[in-house]
């Protein structure tokens, strides 16, 4: 029953267009563009409110979804596709088109797939804040596309579908880059010692089964879908398996649940 209705809200996922800058409701960041079960957003007041289609997305709230799903579109076009038993916080958001534009969430239960918008085409500030690491998507020209996990033990990883992000770690400043086709894996050190022994690392790889091994080994919930092996057709990225097909790219997430 679950399997079914992930297919069909993965499959409404897929029919989406990617946006440029986006007619929203006034005095707000964004909307709900696609809507499927039980989806929520808990106002920085703690004020819970429970979205319909068009329904109008402020700074400062935690989109949960129930058993549901829901594509968000932000005022500038970025694209949030927040997949069932998730939570996305707006933490800042600002698009007036200018220099001083600046956007900052945080990814707090999950999986989410990011596709950015104009805000980030004009190098203006993107950040996804977690426990352990800040990325941020780097302007390119060409659009970046990340699907991130939030795992049970707090960290955050995922996988550079298109384009590149930086991730820059909280405890010394250093960061490193993953590109197109690359997973970025946060791990803590296990070899650090006395006042660093708390310590977390990002490792960048191309290895699936590096990803993988660190997904499971968290105890990854049974809703999130991982990418598989990847091939570059045309402008969209496809990764297939025998069970599970996924295509993220050119304004598309959609998912064959594995059986």
Do not use: C, W
């Not at 990011?114 to 085409?121: K, L, N, R, T």
């Not at 977390?200 to 080994?217: E, L």
């Amino acid at each position: 029953m679950k399997d079914n209705f992930r297919r069909t809200i993965l499959l409404l996922f897929a029919m989406l267009p990617m946006h440029n800058s986006f007619a929203v409701p006034a005095n707000s960041i964004g909307m709900v563009d696609i809507i499927q079960g039980e989806v929520y957003a808990i106002s920085a007041t703690g004020e819970r409110r429970q979205l319909s289609s068009n329904a109008p997305i402020y700074v400062g709230d935690s989109i949960e979804t129930e058993n549901g799903a829901v594509v968000l579109v932000m005022a500038d076009g970025t694209q949030f596709d927040i997949y069932d038993n998730s939570r996305l916080r707006i933490n800042a958001y600002q698009f007036q088109e200018q220099n001083s534009d600046h956007a900052e969430y945080t990814i707090e239960n999950g999986q989410v797939d990011y596709f950015s918008g104009d805000m980030e085409q004009r190098d203006n500030e993107v950040a996804f804040i977690t426990p352990h690491q800040v990325i941020k998507p780097q302007a390119t020209g060409l659009g970046t596309e990340i699907r991130f996990y939030s795992l049970p033990d707090g960290t955050v990883t995922g996988y550079v579908a298109a384009g590149k992000v930086e991730v820059e770690r909280n405890n010394d400043g250093g960061s490193v880059s993953a590109n197109e086709g690359q997973f970025f894996i946060v791990e803590q050190n296990t070899t650090a010692q006395g006042e660093n022994e708390n310590e977390y690392v990002t490792t960048v790889t191309q290895d699936q089964n590096a990803f993988v091994s660190q997904i499971q080994s968290t105890s990854l919930p049974s809703n999130m879908t991982m990418p598989q092996g990847t091939t570059q057709v045309s402008n969209t990225t496809q990764q297939e398996d025998e069970n599970t097909n996924v295509i993220i790219g050119g304004g598309l997430a959609t998912t064959a649940s594995p059986q």
